[in-house]
């Protein structure tokens, strides 16, 4: 035995002082996890994409991996298994590393770049824009606003694919989108704050920063109706001098109908009151899903000072499956998280959300120094909690008793404070 010991010792020291080259070793894990963002006409503020993009910041590259800051992935892997994963391994950090430590050679046969596929719409079939640019204050509180925006369809049309394009994502901390159909037009730009001004017959769900476009599951169609119009709410945060927008949104459509109603479970709560350098402030909430359900993604919201999110399915077995754990929330990367494969929920499993708040110096996202005291609110400065699982009703005939109970859900987290209006700061 002891031969085999040294000889595994040999290979290991021999593995070591192989060089680690661009070519042979770094270009395979940057074009993998990477060149998505990182590459021209992407949203990276550079592209990664040759030796000589990617040698002249080794260091950075290096450094922004072993602290995690990059690749932009926040879920912790084994808690929720979700498409397009980045999270990068121990290995290919290691790899990182000793190609940065030891010159960052080239090596030779440099692979090709591959061909990457963009997630944005590269060829829409309708893309709707703001008529007007809006211009937002330098200073001053939150700002929301509504835009209707005529989608000018004498068919109706099966939306398949959505992309929300900001115009300018330094100011707008939040966007929703509903389709009105009522045949009532309001004007096309107002003030408004949580519903959009009449009774909305279509959402087509929203952006936050770092969303991908929309891509809907198969069956799962939105629809816009002959006639109907859109309406963009936009929340928009000044940041110091006035600043200038007009947001677009991109449609992929589909002719096929919708053979399934994705349905929104949401988690959270409006009872958020953190004091000042509270480094562990908790809020939870809980729903028991009267039917049988395939969860098939999961959208969590908060904004700075949130640092954990735990989102945990209690079978009626007994047994759990983690929805998400998130362990360092940043604001600034937002996802709609799209498990790889359906998760099966069983009728009687309680879906249980945990979001923890740190307060204190200790938290360098705090936008507060000193700290101050959050409570709920729409604005940057203050605080959320939400938790949206989105699901199917494993049978079709099961969609009327889970739409019941979820409006049971609305109603009784009205008195307990969830869709009350915001608490007035002092």
């Known amino acids: 035995m002891r031969w085999i010991v040294v000889i595994l010792s040999i290979v290991r020291v021999l593995g070591a002082s192989t060089p680690v080259t661009f070519a042979r070793d770094v270009a395979p894990i940057l074009y993998k996890r990477c060149a ?10 550079f592209s990664l994409m040759t030796y000589e993009d990617a040698a002249k910041r080794a260091a950075q590259i290096a450094r922004v991996t072993a602290s995690r800051l990059m690749p932009p992935w926040k879920p912790i892997p084994g ?19 000793r190609w940065a430590n030891t010159g960052a050679t080239r090596g030779d046969s440099v692979p090709a770049a591959p061909q990457v596929a963009s997630a944005r719409i590269a060829q829409p079939d309708l893309v709707v824009r703001m008529e007007q640019p809006f211009i937002v204050p330098a200073d001053g509180p939150d700002i ?17 694919a959505m992309e929300f394009r900001p115009g300018n994502a330094r100011v707008v901390h939040h966007a929703l ?21 009449f009774l909305p017959v279509g959402g087509l769900g929203g952006w936050s920063p770092g969303s991908p476009p929309i891509r809907m599951p198969e069956g799962a169609a939105a629809v816009l109706s002959k006639g109907s119009t859109l309406v963009m709410q936009l929340h928009f945060h000044p940041t110091g001098k006035p600043e200038i927008v007009q947001s677009e949104i991109a449609f992929s459509f589909t002719s096929e109908a919708p053979r399934r109603r994705l349905m929104d479970i949401p988690l959270g709560s409006q009872l958020i009151d953190i ?36 989102g945990i399915a209690r079978l009626p077995d007994g047994s759990t499956r983690w929805l998400i754990w998130i362990r360092d929330w940043d604001f600034n990367w937002q996802e709609h998280y799209r498990y790889r494969r359906p998760v099966h929920l069983p009728a009687g499993t309680k879906l249980e959300m945990e979001f923890t ?69 002092r």
């Open 36 to 45: 998505g963002c990182h590459r021209e006409g992407e949203v990276a503020p």
């Open 79 to 97: 808690y929720g298994d979700f498409e397009g994963a980045r999270a990068l391994t121990a290995a290919e950090i290691d790899t990182l590393r």
């Open 144 to 160: 929301y606003r509504c835009f209707t925006m005529p989608l000018g369809l004498n068919a109706s049309k099966y939306v398949n």
């Open 177 to 197: 989108f509903f389709v009105n159909r009522s045949g009532t037009v309001r004007e096309k730009e107002y003030s408004c704050f949580g519903a959009p001004g």
């Open 275 to 310: 004091p000042a350098g509270e480094k562990a402030y908790k809020v939870r909430d809980h729903f028991t899903v009267p039917v049988d359900v395939d969860a098939i993604g999961i959208i969590p919201h908060a904004h700075y000072i949130c640092k954990e999110m735990k």
């Open 357 to 425: 708040y740190d307060n204190s110096t200790a938290n360098a996202r705090n936008p507060n120094h000193p700290p101050q005291r959050v409570r709920y609110g729409s604005d940057s400065s203050d605080e959320m909690a939400g938790l949206h699982v989105q699901v199917f009703a494993s049978r079709e005939s099961d969609v009327d008793e889970l739409a019941q109970d979820l409006w049971g859900k609305m109603m009784r987290s009205v008195g307990g404070g969830f869709f009350n209006p915001p608490v007035e700061k």
